[in-house]
């Protein structure tokens, strides 16, 4: 099994920053891919971005295009720690965002997709 535990999220002016981290314990994987996703109220869950990882190196990451050049995706594997970096931050970005892993190397953008969730962190952007 995988533990995933989101934090940094809160309330934050339009046009602001928040950092979210994800920490994973537990389970490891040569390979894995891990994401972000969100969840307004009343919405589907919805991808956000996904950063690959093998033991070697990591993949080019990729985003939503409602959040290209505003987030980005990083993560330190010594610290099995994930981030996402919010910059310019919209009221329609307001959500709570869950961390997500799956074993292997993917594109994956929908929820199905992955196998591990944390709890997620609300992040709310006021006008």
């Known amino acids: 099994q995988v533990q995933l535990t989101e934090s940094g999220g809160g309330l934050v002016q339009a046009g602001g920053s928040v950092r979210l981290s994800c920490s994973a314990s537990?389970?490891?994987?040569?390979?894995?891919?891990m994401a972000w996703f969100r969840q307004a109220p009343g919405k589907e869950r919805e991808f956000v971005a996904a950063?690959?990882?093998?033991?070697?190196?990591?993949?080019?990451?990729y985003y939503a295009d409602s959040v290209k050049g505003r987030f980005t995706i990083s993560g330190d594997n010594e610290k099995n720690t994930l981030y996402l970096q919010m910059n310019n931050l919209l009221p329609e970005d307001t959500a709570i965002y869950f961390c997500?892993?799956?074993?292997?190397?993917?594109?994956?953008?929908?929820?199905?997709?992955?196998?591990?969730w944390g709890q997620g962190t609300q992040v709310t952007v006021s006008s």
């Open positions: 537990g389970r490891t994987f040569s390979r894995s891919t």
């Open positions: 997500t892993a799956r074993e292997g190397l993917s594109r994956a953008t929908t929820p199905g997709q992955y196998d591990y």
């Open positions: 950063r690959v990882r093998s033991a070697f190196s990591s993949g080019t990451p």
